[in-house]
């Protein structure tokens, strides 16, 4: 006996289409399953590769990171070397010029200009001639200078030299700038 045999006969054309359906079910639920196995593994791989693809981009972006982190860590280390040796010149000049300035307040030393030759008058109108045996220009006429005078062309020549001092540390603040293309923030 078999399996038609169970059943009863006007039902046997339908059992017979749905084994053939239940047959075909069964081979599209595989193939489904099939495909979903391989089209999974497609995926994962796809995933696996664009997720290593980021993970090399996000390093080369860190490594650079890095590169202009330090590459700006080095401009303001030379910037602040650079200040430094600024202030330095700075303070060193003012403290000499303070010095000079204490200097002519005392008497201790005096400022004196070269005559041209053939302008020495008898009557010099209170300015007095030295020539000392000391001088370097050998004897030449020369006229002392009111001490307050000689204070103020100090102050003014060393306000012109800090000011030349001032733009020769921008100008190198400029350079090295221009030098590496970048600005350090706060700038």
Same mark, same amino acid.
């Given at each position: 006996?078999s399996?038609l045999d169970l ?6 054309p ?12 069964t081979g599209?639920?595989?193939? =489904? ?13 796809q ?13 080369a972006?860190?490594a ?8 700006r ?5 030379r910037l602040?070397?650079a200040? !430094?040796a ?6 060193d000049?003012k ?5 000079v300035?204490d200097?002519?307040a !005392? ?9 041209a030759?053939g302008?020495?008058?008898?009557d ?19 006229a002392?200078?009111?001490?307050a005078?000689?204070?103020r062309i100090?102050?003014? !020549?060393?306000d012109?030299?800090?000011?030349l001092t ?6 190198? =603040?400029?350079?090295e ?11």
């Amino acid at each position: 006996m078999s399996a038609l045999d169970l059943i009863p006969t006007p039902l046997r054309p339908w059992a017979s289409v749905l084994a053939v359906l239940l047959i075909a079910g069964t081979g599209a639920w595989g193939a =489904w399953t099939v495909q979903d196995w391989r089209y999974g593994n497609a995926l994962a791989k796809q995933e696996t590769k664009a997720a290593e693809k980021a993970q090399g981009i996000a390093a080369a972006t860190a490594a650079q990171l890095k590169r202009e982190q330090d590459q700006r860590l080095a401009l303001e280390g030379r910037l602040k070397a650079a200040e !430094t040796a600024h202030y330095k010149e700075l303070t060193d000049a003012k403290k000499a010029r303070q010095l000079v300035l204490d200097r002519l307040a !005392t008497t201790d030393l005096r400022l004196s200009v070269l005559l041209a030759a053939g302008t020495v008058r008898a009557d010099s109108a209170g300015m007095s001639t030295a020539t000392g045996a000391g001088g370097l220009d050998h004897g030449a006429a020369r006229a002392e200078l009111d001490p307050a005078h000689a204070q103020r062309i100090i102050r003014i !020549t060393g306000d012109g030299d800090d000011g030349l001092t001032a733009l020769a540390a921008c100008q190198g =603040w400029v350079r090295e700038v221009l030098a590496t293309g970048s600005v350090p923030p706060g700038r």
